[in-house]
């Protein structure tokens, strides 16, 4: 059963940090592009950052750049996004995706996603 399941998700004040993973079960996605979505209560979901299988191209919403950053390590099939200045309205339940064609991840219809961890930054 091929699983993806993020963590590190929190409550945090408004100018914090936190990191969230996401590991892959199941089957290797070392060749995968992996992504990051988020969606707000009331909203749709939208993107958050991506990186390609390797991790040397990388895209971010421009809410995020500067502040947020993607990084994989295949070796555990995980992926990470790491969350700094963090703002009120960073606040969401964020959801982890994979797929093999970058574009597809890129327009919110991978293959793969998992459960979501709520991200809440008080302010």
């Known amino acids: 059963q091929v699983q993806l399941v993020e963590s590190g998700g929190g409550l945090v004040q408004a100018g914090g940090s936190l990191r969230l993973s996401c590991a892959a079960s199941?089957?290797?996605?070392?060749?995968?592009?992996r992504g990051w979505f988020r969606q707000a209560p009331g909203k749709e979901r939208e993107f958050v950052a991506l990186?390609?299988?390797?991790?040397?191209?990388?895209d971010y919403a421009n809410s995020v750049k500067g502040r947020f950053t993607i990084s994989r390590d295949n070796a555990k099939n995980t992926v990470y996004l790491q969350m700094n200045s963090l703002k009120s309205e960073d606040t969401a339940v964020y959801y982890c995706?994979?797929?093999?064609?970058?574009?597809?991840?890129?327009?919110?219809?991978?293959?793969?996603w998992g459960q979501g961890t709520q991200v809440t930054v008080s302010s």
């Open positions: 995706a994979a797929d093999l064609d970058v574009r597809r991840l890129r327009t919110g219809v991978p293959g793969y």
């Open positions: 199941g089957r290797s996605f070392s060749t995968y592009a």
């Open positions: 990186c390609n299988w390797n991790g040397a191209i990388t």
